[in-house]
């Protein structure tokens, strides 16, 4: 009986030994991301497909745009070569969950850094700021809140316009998409009086659409845009931020803003309204 007692004992511990150990390698996960890339010899990023100039896919079927070329940048300087990225195609509404469950790496989808977003997601150094804004077409324009009494107005489905507008105006009535070809479409269309979206986006899209104006060019606080990781991701967490400083310090932000965003803003937008070149 004591020997029996004495092996129950034993194979106890080793069960708690094995489940602690087990423990250990689950926690470890998250901060050996930037090992298992490497191992890998490939990095996913997840960018927008329907976000012009700022992520695309154009007829080719290539991701094109400024956190495209971004992406590019951070791979050749983790991988060594620009073509180990794998470019995956998000929504607004998927982001948080495309990292959670490990299906991307870093998302540079023009991911706004917000306190409820920062609770499930570690962000890195911000590269680009950012407000919400209002457009609408040129012959029905509204260039305020007040306009929208009794309208509708379009949103993208996760996005901060979302969640601006439903925490301070709930009385404005949303109509919300997944995706932004969605969006405009519907604007197009009048299903709605307007759209509230990033003001880059809709200051670079009135460009491409004359028929319609950004009424309301800037609506709450200055925001920042930055590359977001997994919660725990501490070692990628930590090199993407030098890596952006990196970025910045030696003109590829700058050379990324010339080729994809300023055809679009010309001198009409100043590239330092748009970048955060904090070195």
């Not at 725990?232 to 993407?240: R, V, Y």
Request: aromatic share 8%.
């Amino acid at each position: 009986m004591k020997h029996y007692k004495k092996l129950t004992a034993l194979f106890i511990g080793l069960a708690t030994l094995t489940s602690l150990l087990s423990g250990c390698d689950d926690s470890n996960k998250a901060t050996d991301a930037l090992a298992q890339i490497k191992q890998n010899d490939v990095v996913r990023i997840g960018v927008f497909g329907d976000k012009p100039p700022f992520g695309y896919v154009d007829k080719q079927g290539q991701n094109q745009g400024f956190d495209v070329e971004i992406g590019k940048a951070i791979t050749a300087d983790l991988l060594g070569d620009a073509n180990k990225v794998q470019f995956v195609v998000v929504e607004a509404a998927n982001r948080v969950e495309y990292l959670q469950s490990d299906k991307v790496d870093i998302i540079l989808a023009n991911f706004t850094h917000t306190p409820a977003r920062a609770e499930v997601v570690d962000f890195a150094k911000p590269y680009m700021q950012v407000a919400l804004g209002i457009a609408s077409p040129k012959d029905a324009p509204i260039d305020s809140i007040e306009a929208l009494k009794d309208k509708t107005l379009i949103v993208n489905k996760g996005t901060t316009a979302d969640t601006y507008f439903t925490k301070h105006y709930p009385e404005i009535k949303l109509l919300k998409f997944e995706q932004n070809t969605e969006t405009f479409e519907a604007l197009r269309d009048k299903r709605g009086a307007a759209v509230a979206h990033d003001n880059t986006l809709l200051l670079a899209w009135s460009k491409e659409n004359p028929t319609f104006t950004v009424g309301v060019p800037r609506l709450g606080e200055v925001e920042y845009i930055a590359p977001a990781v997994k919660k725990g991701n501490d070692k990628l967490l930590t090199w993407l931020n030098d890596e952006i400083r990196q970025l910045a310090n030696d003109g590829r932000l700058h050379q990324a803003y010339q080729k994809t965003l300023l055809p679009i803003y010309g001198d009409d937008i100043k590239e330092d309204a748009i970048l955060v070149n904090d070195k």
